[in-house]
């Protein structure tokens, strides 16, 4: 990435922005001024399994026309008035990030407007921003692929604390898999989990483990699938050990940054923030530390094209294009190797 | 015996809170954990009285093996609190960010060793940040927090300790991370051989590919 210029001040733009990092397709349109304007997507959901990315990707090039001509349609404009196209650079699977690039290459060649690589992650957090209205959050992102703690301290979103092993929405996802729940209505698995954790009553005891501000999951996911097949604990119960070890873990180190960084806000995001046990949890430290407890709203929450699309406005305005030839997609670009000058 | 002051607040952490109080006439803190509402009341207390248990062990065993560390004057498993030794000081996390470079390798290189010292015991610190280095008035770097440690034979549990070490100086002290690692590593290393430093190492590298969206893991 290039910084052609150092600030570009356009008055008023729409910035198209292409979101294509797993198993969504998104559109979304942006206008400077923070307004939404659309935000078009398509799922792909595996016939069974977890996300094939070739499958997927092949599901993103399907859909992009439809998707891409969707949202100019709800945000009523035309493609001559669009300033920029943004796109999700990374990190996510190759085959889908490479879809959306090529996509959003094509759109940027042919309307001969700038491009605008887009960290996907950082997305996820500055759309929670301009929604909830919070300004310098500690950010839980926690999603099908992503797990972490970040946030903003001289010049970067650093990571205060991760996952070492698999995200949170994975675990719960291959849990429901491994015992037989079927998704309803394209929802995650961690849906249907969290209904059958409220009926759950007995605490199995679990493996909980927090290393330092990291976390490990993986261990938890086998024994719980485990504890579930001896047969000796309901279904019920093992969604309630399951859902309370974990999301205790993450909140336990989201607190430990909390306390570390002194911040005054908390940012909940990524398609487990849906998660209402979650959200309490958070909530209780969040009050602890006198901070203030946010969750993006749903449709923001989950990947979309309208976080790339308000993020790519973000970064073209303080001078953030990427020429064509330096597009290439960044499978594991991690939040804190991004630069964001609009931030001071 | 004394009679203990009013314990008062030293410092509100996310897990513990710290109270100055006396013991014997001396200076001493309370660590005591605190009860956290957002998990099951069981699941809390379990891990807060394993945690408080490991903690007062761990302070003994890190001294024998010649890392200097509060002493702990009781514990109270069932109120998960530990009542130990008040070491005045500075945090290593401020120290370094005020001194010359050199200084800072210094320290650094003997943080190193103090790591090398446990892991020759096979002890995990288990949450190794500058905010749990504590340099006396003498100079003397002690180490503190070992509640997430444990004793550990494996290398894999080495290797984390690293890490986590690495991690916490990336988050916190960014302009110069690479040369505290670098010097660490050679304390490290002045403990426990260049080969054994360079497979403890090798192990923290490999612990970092697992982890998603690591530039040097084959893409």
């Keep these: 990435m290039v910084n052609t210029q150092k600030t570009l001040l356009t008055d008023d733009m729409y910035c198209l922005g292409i979101e294509s990092t797993a198993d969504d397709f998104g559109v979304g349109i942006a206008r400077s001024n923070g307004e939404i304007l659309a935000n078009a997507i398509e799922s792909y959901v595996p016939l069974e399994g977890g996300i094939h990315p070739r499958e997927a990707a092949r599901h993103h ?3 992009a026309n439809k998707t891409f001509l969707q949202a100019l349609t709800i945000a009523k404009i035309k493609p001559k008035d669009i300033t920029a196209i943004a796109f999700s650079m990374g990190p996510g699977l190759g085959p889908c990030l490479r879809t959306g690039a090529t996509v959003a290459r094509t759109l940027a060649a042919y309307l001969q407007i700038p491009l605008i690589g887009v960290n996907h992650s950082i997305a996820h957090i500055e759309i929670g921003k301009l929604e909830t209205g919070v300004t310098d959050p500690v950010t839980l992102y926690a999603s099908g692929g992503n797990t972490m703690v970040t946030a903003f301290e001289s010049k970067r979103y650093r990571v205060f604390g991760e996952t070492l092993d698999i995200a949170l929405g994975n675990c719960l996802d291959v849990f429901g898999r491994q015992v037989g729940l079927k998704s309803q209505k394209g929802l995650p698995l961690g849906a249907a989990i969290e209904q059958l954790a409220l009926r759950g009553k007995a605490l199995i005891k679990l ?10 999951l993986s261990g938890l996911l086998t024994s719980a699938v485990t504890q579930f097949q001896r047969g000796k604990y309901s279904l019920e119960d093992v969604c309630y050990s399951l859902q309370e070890h974990a999301f205790s873990m993450v909140t336990e180190v989201t607190e430990r940054a909390l306390a570390h960084t002194e911040k005054s806000e908390m940012l909940l995001t990524g398609g487990v923030a849906a998660n209402k046990r979650l959200q309490v949890m958070l909530n209780a430290v969040a009050e602890e530390h006198g901070a203030k407890f946010n969750v993006v709203p749903k449709k923001f929450a989950t990947d979309n094209g309208a976080m790339i699309a308000w993020t790519g406005i973000l970064a073209y305005r303080h001078g953030i294009v990427t020429p064509i030839d ?6 594991r670009w991690r939040v804190d190797r991004a630069d964001v000058p609009w931030i001071n | 015996m004394d009679k203990l002051e009013q314990p008062v607040l030293l410092k509100k952490g996310a897990e513990a809170n710290l109270y100055l109080t006396s013991w014997h006439g001396k200076k001493a803190v309370i660590k005591s954990r605190k009860q956290k509402k957002y998990r099951p009341e069981a699941l809390d207390m379990q891990i807060r009285s394993y945690r408080t248990a490991h903690e007062a062990q761990l302070l003994h ?8 560390t509060p002493l702990v004057y009781m514990v109270n ?4 609190s530990i009542i130990m030794e008040y070491i005045q000081g500075v945090q290593v996390k401020q120290y370094i960010n005020t001194v010359s470079k050199g200084e800072r390798e210094r320290i650094c290189l003997k943080i190193g060793q103090l790591i090398g010292k446990l892991h020759r015991e096979n002890l995990i610190h288990g949450d190794l940040t500058t905010s749990n280095m504590i340099l006396d008035e003498q100079g003397t770097n002690f180490l503190v927090d070992f509640g997430l440690g444990e004793k550990n034979v494996e290398l894999e549990a080495k290797g984390v300790d690293l ?3 690495k991690r916490a100086l990336q988050s916190t002290h960014f302009t110069f991370w690479e040369e505290c690692f670098k010097a660490i590593l ?3 290393s002045s403990i426990l051989g260049d080969k054994f430093t360079e497979k403890v190492y090798e192990k923290t590298r490999e612990i970092e590919r697992r982890g998603r969206y690591v530039e040097e893991r084959r893409q």
Aim: charged letters at 20%.
């Design chain 1, 326 to 331: 330096e597009s290439y997609v960044k499978l």
């Design chain 2, 163 to 165: 890490h986590l070490l």
């Design chain 2, 77 to 80: 498993v069932a109120e998960a």
């Design chain 1, 61 to 63: 090039a399907e859909v």
């Design chain 2, 61 to 68: 065993q890190a001294k024998i093996s010649g890392v200097k």
């Design chain 1, 207 to 216: 493996p909980y483990v927090v290393k330092g501000m990291d976390l490990s």
């Design chain 2, 186 to 188: 050679s304390g490290y």
